[in-house]
């Protein structure tokens, strides 16, 4: 049941990724790629993670996408003709493309026993809840302290600092995005 | 447990994203296949969390946050090019073509 699903929303993500490539207006583009994250984040929840599937909705298709359709529809450019480059160009990105999706979809064949026996000395005792420790132990925290909880402990003990230069980051965004868009400069 | 399918639809999404950088001239569809990309290495980390534990959701978490600067400084830039050009085709901005 779960796997059914799992491919109606990885069919719905393909899909409208490609439409969003293809489409010449980039309104719809930007709405094609508001489906992508939606299938994404039911994706997530089949994967159990619940917490990033709510925080995929809220963040990429609530605020990202919202401030790309305000910068489209700032600038007008809801009628444009086709921007798809020439005919040389689609050829090579085809060649480019198709190689590197072969070598990327080759990952299509790990299974968790197949990683545990490519990750483990002994590989034909490799049971992936012995090789995957870490793995295990999120199991037990988010059936322990909820899925917010597991997510919460780490980030706030053991990746504190990089989530605290994290805030720099966004700071630094703010104030180089006031400073390029304003007027005059 | 879903791997394979994941890590396959993965590869997918990040192919299509990248196509889409190859293929396109407008600066804003083509930040928008830079954001198709990046959901896709989403997709592989919380797929892959699923055995190596709760570090891949905090790196999910420090990708969003890149990906949200990443998204408000290039449209204030896209911003700023659209009012000395009028336009955001990228084959219009030679400035540094020799």
Known sequence: MTEVVFYVFAAVAVISAALCILQKNPVSAALWLVSTMFSLAAIYVLLNAQFIAAIQVLVYAGAIMVLFLFVIMLLNLGHTESDIRGPSTVAATLVIVGLLGLELFALLRYSPRQLASEFSRWPPYAEPATVFVAGQITQQESAARGVVGAVAAPLFQTYLVPFEITSILLLVAIIGAVVLAKRNV | ?98
Do not use: W
């Not at chain 2, 192919?15 to 889409?20: D, E, I």
């Not at chain 2, 896709?40 to 699923?50: H, I, T, Y």
């Not at chain 2, 949200?68 to 449209?75: D, P």
């Open chain 2, 1 to 98: 447990m879903l791997l394979g399918p994941a890590l396959g639809l993965s590869a997918i999404l990040f192919s299509l994203g990248v196509a889409g950088v190859l293929l396109r001239r407008n600066a804003i569809v083509l930040f928008m296949c830079i954001e198709l990309m990046l959901n896709a290495v989403n997709l592989s980390f919380v797929a892959l969390a699923q055995l190596h534990g709760a570090s891949g959701y905090v790196m999910v978490f420090f990708v969003m946050t890149v990906a949200a600067a990443e998204a408000a400084v290039g449209l204030a830039i896209i911003i700023g090019i659209f009012r000395h050009k009028q336009s955001v085709d990228l084959g219009n901005i030679n400035l540094l073509r020799g």
